[in-house]
């Protein structure tokens, strides 16, 4: 293999791995999403010009959608209150497909997230993420985010202090 191919290989895997990072850091931040949030850093995972969109009737309708990257800081800048939005918020991706072409990429990933609010109500919901991502000033960062609910229900309570069956173990 020449030289250029193994670069040409070396460039593509570097891509998917920022692109996974970039990923990895956005839901990290979306976790701790409260009053301390790094407001600057979550907005500068996005291009100047992405746009954030909820898709189909349920989250076109809860979440709407923004265009450009103050747009969707100022979105953000709504959950960064005190006392917080989300008591507990953890978000979990699985079935991730990442395609690098040149300075642009596309991901899917079917997110599972766990919350609980304020309130003390709880929810659980899956969605589908398609995200498009550019390589700007140096970094790659979303172009274009859209979340699309598979699922959502409300649950009781998350971390509930009932025994936990074990094969061999008594409860106790």
Known sequence: MSTQALEARLRQLESEHAVRACMNRYMELCDALDARTPLD???GLFTNDAVWEGKGAKYAKSFGGYQGRDAIRAMFATYMVEPAHF???VHFLCSE??????????????MLQTSTFASGASHLNAARLTVKFREEEGAWRMAHFQTENLFSRP????NDSAHLPVPGKSGE
């Open 41 to 43: 850093e979550l907005a």
């Open 87 to 89: 008591a507990l918020n």
């Open 97 to 110: 497909l990442i395609r690098v072409e040149g300075a642009q990429a596309s991901g899917s990933w079917v």
């Open 155 to 158: 649950v009781d309570a998350w």
